[in-house]
């Protein structure tokens, strides 16, 4: 009988994608994926490490599969950022673990859960191979993501990153279109380029020359990326939002701070108006959306205050505002006796004015669209999301993979509600979903 195996994944696209690509080095290798942890000859806990609550949420997670390990034997892996940050001290911390592996070594698994170790050094620049995705993974399914990069060359001083994903690689263009050609010809309508940093791309090509040779895939309905860096918004990429169809205008542009000097001690390398110069050539219809750190070390109500009138003026969709997290290996940890600890009810107040202006301005973009049509693209029966990346529930019998027009009739701050009105693009006829089918649960 086939051994099974239950992957648990936290935090971002990359890490999703990385569960994908361990799901199916473990399916090469004649496990089988089931979706509950309890009856699993093999659980692989695939970590993020970007704050310390997302650390916390892996010990306790480990608590739980620990009891399973006592009660069945079931072997445990760790992947992920927390793996390739902690490595052998992951061990000491939780010996009960068999395996922790590094991002670059994501087709050792199979090995690893058989034989146990510890698998993350990273490999050279020059002997790194992007692990291929199995396009029958991806059958029935109308998104998917593809990496285009990984790791970063930068230093941001509050960000762990570089350390738990190593230098900047790019993956040759040429294999990325193919690996996109072959999820078109499974089904997939709509791709999410995705990296660390990804529009600092340079596998042969700049970055919005591969959104070009992507979009050129027949059949290919949507584009998107993921996530980039101010510094790297190149006049090309703003032309490519303003000419390439397939872009959807929905761009995830971080911008950590509304106060230069906070943006200095983070080491972003961009000013508020460099950033406000860099946005106002992004075509007017593009939803924008951006990270906001607060509670930086040293951060004075005066940098609080000039955070508040930056977002204020500024027109984004929706915001991520995270209070900031002491991250180990960074340059922030090291300076934060200097620059100073922000107390956490200060910090927490600040956050709720931070929240509280975007929450506001989100309801209200939201609003707008009330009684007007969104085109949305079905990713589950009654659910899809917009051109924006607006999530839309709605009423109609359109198929997985159609592209359709959705009336708005309710809106809430996480997605809007609707009613089909017309299917704009039927989605292929698919064949019958292949025997290896893989899904992953997000925490
Ligand atoms: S650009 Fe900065 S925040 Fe983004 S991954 Fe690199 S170091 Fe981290």
């Known amino acids: 009988m086939a051994r099974s195996y239950y992957i648990h994944t936290f935090g971002c696209q990359m890490n999703e994608s990385d569960s994908?690509?361990?799901?199916?080095?473990?399916?090469?290798?004649?496990?089988?994926?089931?979706?509950?942890?309890?009856?699993?000859?093999?659980?692989?806990?695939?970590?993020?490490?970007?704050?310390?609550?997302?650390?916390?949420?892996?010990f306790s997670a480990l608590g739980r599969y620990r009891l399973l390990k006592a009660q069945r034997g079931t072997r445990i892996g760790v992947a992920g950022c927390v793996a390739q940050q902690e490595k052998e001290k992951l061990l000491q911390r939780a010996p009960f673990v068999d395996f922790v592996l590094g991002p670059d070594h994501l087709d050792e698994v199979p090995r690893l859960a058989e034989q146990g170790g510890v698998a993350t050094d990273f490999l050279d620049t020059e002997e790194y191979l992007f692990p291929q995705a199995d396009p029958e993974t991806s059958r029935g399914r109308a998104t998917a993501f593809v990496t285009a990069m990984k790791g970063c060359d930068n230093v941001c001083s509050f960000c762990v990153v570089p350390y738990t994903r190593g230098r900047e690689v790019s993956r040759p263009y040429a294999e990325l279109v193919r690996e996109v050609a072959s999820l078109v010809a499974v089904g997939v309508r709509e791709v999410t380029l995705i990296g660390q940093n990804v529009n600092s791309y340079s596998g042969g090509c700049t970055f919005a020359e591969l959104i070009r040779r992507v979009a050129a895939v027949p059949g290919l309905l949507r584009i998107r990326f993921t996530t980039s860096h101010p510094m790297d918004l190149s006049p090309e990429l703003t032309r490519a939002f303003h000419e390439v169809p397939q872009l959807m205008p929905h761009f995830h542009l971080p911008v950590q701070h509304g106060a230069d000097s906070v943006l200095q001690r983070m080491r972003r390398k961009y000013t508020i108006a460099e950033y406000e110069r860099r946005i106002a050539e992004l075509p007017r219809d593009l939803s924008l959306t951006s990270d906001i750190i607060v509670g930086f070390p040293g951060e004075t109500e005066g940098e609080h205050a000039q955070n508040l009138a930056f977002l204020a003026r500024t027109a984004f969709d929706n915001l991520f505002s995270f209070l900031y997290s002491p991250r180990p290996h960074t340059g922030a940890l090291l300076k934060l006796a200097e620059w100073g600890e922000i107390p956490r009810p200060l910090a927490l107040r600040r956050l709720g004015e931070v929240q509280a202006l975007q929450m506001a301005r989100?309801?209200?973009?939201?609003?707008?669209?009330?009684?007007?049509?969104?085109?949305?693209?079905?990713?589950?029966?009654?659910?899809?999301?917009?051109?924006?990346?607006?999530?839309?529930?709605?009423?109609?019998?359109?198929?997985?993979?159609?592209?359709?027009?959705?009336?708005?009739?309710?809106?809430?701050?996480?997605?809007?509600?609707?009613?089909?009105?017309?299917?704009?693009?039927?989605?292929?006829?698919?064949?019958?979903?292949?025997?290896?089918?893989?899904?992953?649960?997000?925490?």
């Open 20 to 58: 994908q690509r361990m799901g199916e080095a473990l399916a090469r290798a004649g496990w089988q994926q089931i979706l509950a942890p309890d009856a699993a000859d093999l659980v692989l806990v695939n970590t993020c490490s970007i704050r310390e609550k997302a650390e916390d949420k892996l």
């Open 362 to 443: 989100t309801n209200e973009r939201r609003r707008a669209r009330l009684g007007g049509e969104v085109e949305v693209l079905v990713e589950s029966p009654g659910f899809g999301r917009s051109r924006e990346n607006w999530a839309v529930h709605f009423e109609g019998d359109a198929a997985v993979g159609d592209l359709v027009r959705v009336r708005v009739q309710g809106t809430s701050l996480v997605a809007l509600r609707g009613a089909q009105e017309a299917v704009v693009v039927k989605a292929p006829v698919f064949e019958p979903p292949a025997r290896r089918r893989l899904s992953v649960v997000n925490a």
